[in-house]
């Protein structure tokens, strides 16, 4: 399967540290997305990185991906209450031109404690 | 608020009835998805619209019969479910031919089959 695989399955933090969740994934790949979720909730798309990029930013967010380990991290920085969500990574495949075809893991359940 | 609007937010219905979940965009996006979230699940693909024209139909039941009158809604009508159909229906749309960013999810219709 060309799923993406996040790991761990649960992370449990203070307020103020820094969360880092992986993902590994098995074929070539366009891009690989980060989105959010919390309870109940629609997902929220993050950040997207390119199979050409190796590192991307946005706030507190850094992403990387290594493509000739098949794996990419999210790393939260100074975490907080608010960041307590589902956190999935998601990639493409490179079949021809399958639109939407965007394969999700299972995600990764952070919890932040005040 | 994402600009893509579910109802209902909630749906509860019985093996023998029949019912529909809505799914607006206000982003003049032209594609349009319905995934599956089930407990303990990757999301699942359920099916794609692009233009209008189905694109993908991820082997779903018949009991599931999706609606695109145009690029702006998308309906996902249900007869005769089981309960295991029971889970989180989110619907996404993105913009551009070929996919190449991020996916737009509504809040989801949490359905429950008795």
């Known amino acids: 399967s060309q799923q993406g695989e996040e790991d761990p399955q649960a992370l449990s933090i203070q307020e103020g540290e820094n969360a880092t969740m992986n993902c590994s994934y098995k074929?070539?790949?366009?891009?690989l997305q980060w989105y959010r979720q919390n309870s109940g909730r629609g997902l929220v798309h993050l950040i997207l990185i390119r199979s050409n990029e190796r590192e991307k930013h946005s706030g507190r967010l850094r992403v990387t991906l290594d493509t000739s380990k098949k794996s990419s991290s999210l790393l939260i920085t100074a975490s907080r209450a608010a960041d307590t969500a589902s956190y999935f990574c998601?990639?493409?495949?490179?079949?021809?031109?399958?639109?939407?075809?965007?394969?999700f893991g299972r995600g990764t359940q952070l919890t932040v404690w005040p | 608020e994402t600009g893509v609007t579910q109802t209902p937010r909630h749906l509860v219905m019985g093996m023998t009835n029949k019912k529909s979940l809505k799914c607006e965009q206000h982003?003049?996006?032209?594609?349009m998805y319905w995934y599956k979230q089930s407990a303990k699940k990757p999301l699942e693909l359920m099916f794609v619209y692009n233009f209008k024209e189905q694109t993908e139909n991820n082997s779903v039941p018949s009991r599931f019969s999706p609606e695109c009158p145009n690029s702006s809604h998308l309906f996902l009508h249900l007869h005769t479910l089981q309960p295991e159909d029971s889970a989180l229906y989110l619907c996404?749309?993105?913009?551009?031919?070929?996919?190449?960013?991020?996916?737009?999810f509504g809040e989801g219709s949490r359905l429950t089959v008795l």
């Open positions: 982003l003049g996006h032209n594609a």
């Open positions: 996404a749309s993105s913009s551009g031919e070929a996919y190449t960013g991020e996916l737009f």
């Open positions: 074929t070539s790949i366009n891009n």
């Open positions: 998601a990639t493409d495949a490179i079949r021809g031109s399958t639109l939407g075809r965007l394969y």
